[in-house]
C-alpha cells in the first residue's frame, strides 16, 4: 500500500461532505451506467481507517502472543522452581529421618541432634510454605495463559475473518478505481 500511496497524490479535501451526503442510501451515490460511487474519496477513507483498526488488532494480536510467551517462561521457571523444592524438603526430610533413626541407635548426645532436627523441620516447614505459595502462584499463571490462549484463538478467528473481508474489499476497491483511471 505504501507503494501506491508513493504514486498516487492523495486530495484531502478542505470541507467534509454534509450530513445528509453521509447518510444517502448506497444506491443514490453509485453511478447507474457503470456502478462506480460519486462518493469513491469517502469509501476510500472508511477503508484506510478499517486498515489502520485492522493494524492495530494485528499490534495487539503480536502483544498477546508475546506476553503468552513470557507466560509460559514464567510457568517454566515456577516448575523447575516447585522441583527443586520438592528435591529440597525430600532430601530434608529424609535427613530427618535419617538423624532420628541415629539418635535412637546411638544414643548421642540427644540436645544437640534434637536442635538440629528442629532446624531442619523449621527450615522443612519453610520450604513447604514456598513450595505451596509457589504451587498457588503456577496455578494463578496457568489460568491466565489458559485464559490468554482463549483470547488469542478467538482473536485469531476474527482476524482471519477481517483479513478475508479486507482482501475482498481492497480487491474490489482496486478493480473500482481501474475502471475509474480506465474512464478518466
Not at 5 to 26: D, T, W, Y
Not at 69 to 78: A, G, M, R, S
Request: a negative charge; hydrophobic letters at 30%; aromatic letters at 6%.
Amino acid at each position: 500500500m505504501s507503494e501506491t500511496s508513493k504514486s498516487f497524490e492523495k486530495h484531502v479535501p478542505v470541507f467534509p461532505l454534509p450530513n445528509e451526503i453521509l447518510e444517502m442510501q448506497r444506491d443514490e451515490t453509485v453511478c447507474q451506467f457503470c456502478g462506480v460511487s460519486y462518493l469513491i474519496h469517502n469509501e476510500i477513507k472508511k477503508l484506510e481507517d478499517k486498515i489502520k483498526e485492522l493494524e492495530q488488532k494485528v499490534r495487539d494480536h503480536d502483544f498477546m502472543k508475546q506476553k503468552m510467551k513470557n507466560y509460559d517462561q514464567i510457568n517454566d521457571d515456577l516448575n523447575l522452581k516447585i522441583q527443586d523444592l520438592e528435591e529440597k524438603v525430600s532430601d530434608r526430610t529424609q535427613m530427618i529421618s535419617s538423624l532420628n533413626n541415629d539418635l535412637e541407635s546411638r544414643g548421642l548426645d540427644n540436645n544437640r541432634l534434637r536442635k538440629k532436627v528442629q532446624d531442619l523441620e523449621n527450615e522443612n516447614y519453610a520450604c513447604s510454605a514456598t513450595m505451596e505459595a509457589l504451587k498457588n502462584k503456577f496455578l494463578k499463571y496457568k489460568s491466565v495463559v489458559m485464559d490468554t490462549q482463549v483470547t488469542l484463538s478467538s482473536q485469531k478467528s476474527d482476524l482471519k475473518a477481517i483479513e478475508i473481508q479486507s482482501k475482498d474489499q481492497i480487491n474490489m476497491m482496486r478493480h473500482y478505481v481501474s475502471n475509474l483511471q480506465t474512464q478518466v
